[in-house]
């Protein structure tokens, strides 16, 4: 039974994954090892020596799809962070590899060098959803994002949920994307960890505790310091406490703990 490595990868980007065909084995001379490892049972082997057969070069996009199993017959045998590879029984057994490119990647590469003559229709839909306005994010938004997503993924945060207002009810369904924070946990983003907000408040205290008390030891004595920096953790850590309550837990999933 062919060996799927989908519960064993590990998410590296935000977007979904398309698969571009960069080699196509189907002659008896190269079949001969690959049909040796598939029999065996040996898949990891099979795509090591399946991606030698990768030149390197320029994807096409006219053979750039959505699903690797893109062939009426193909069986998707392994696939790893960077390539998967399928085999059709068809006309003798053929091999196809696929190098893995990421969506937003192939979206600035169409923006940078335009649309080739000959796409995929995978790809025209691509570069149809680049094309369409994109809706405005709220500053409020933003700044939600960031306290419950953290600086660094609050951005494309907000623009997964504008694009998962934008997906079909079957979509949603089909794929078990219920609720937004569904479809950003299959994109590699996840709420931030309480204990970080808190961390980074005490750290915020340390830093300015330090500064203060070097000007008030000298105007209001160790008294005055200690009681400025008593003062201060208690205003950062009660407004941590608010922000954590106003932009993370009133939108966390609420479980019913009777019928647990």
Request: proline share 3%; with cysteine.
């Amino acid at each position: 039974m062919p060996l799927t490595m989908f519960n064993q990868l590990k998410p590296i980007m935000r977007y979904f994954f398309y698969y571009a065909s960069v080699a196509y084995i189907q002659d008896t001379y190269n079949k001969r090892f690959l049909d040796k490892f598939r029999s065996e049972g040996d898949y990891r082997k099979l795509l090591l020596l399946a991606e030698t057969y990768d030149s390197y070069g320029a994807i096409d996009l006219k053979y750039t799809y959505k699903s690797a199993t893109h062939n009426n017959g193909d069986t998707l045998l392994i696939e790893d962070d960077h390539y998967a590879l399928t085999y059709n029984s068809s006309n003798g057994g053929t091999y196809e590899l696929f190098r893995k490119e990421t969506g937003i990647g192939l979206r600035n590469y169409i923006a940078q060098n335009g649309l080739p003559s000959e796409v995929s229709k995978d790809i025209e839909e691509l570069a149809k959803s680049h094309s369409e306005p994109t809706p405005k994010i709220k500053a409020k938004e933003i700044v939600s994002a960031i306290f419950k997503y953290g600086l660094l993924s609050a951005y494309e945060a907000c623009e997964l949920k504008e694009e998962y207002k934008t997906l079909s009810d079957k979509k949603k369904k089909y794929k078990g994307w219920t609720t937004e924070e569904k479809y950003l946990s299959d994109n590699c983003i996840t709420p931030i960890a309480y204990g970080m907000i808190v961390c980074g408040a005490l750290c915020a205290i340390c830093f300015l505790a330090c500064i203060g008390s070097i000007f008030l030891i000298s105007a209001c004595g160790w008294g005055g310091a200690v009681g400025y920096a008593a003062l201060l953790f208690i205003v950062l850590y009660v407004a941590s406490i608010y922000f954590y309550q106003r932009f993370y837990w009133y939108e966390m999933p609420k479980y019913n703990i009777e019928n647990r």
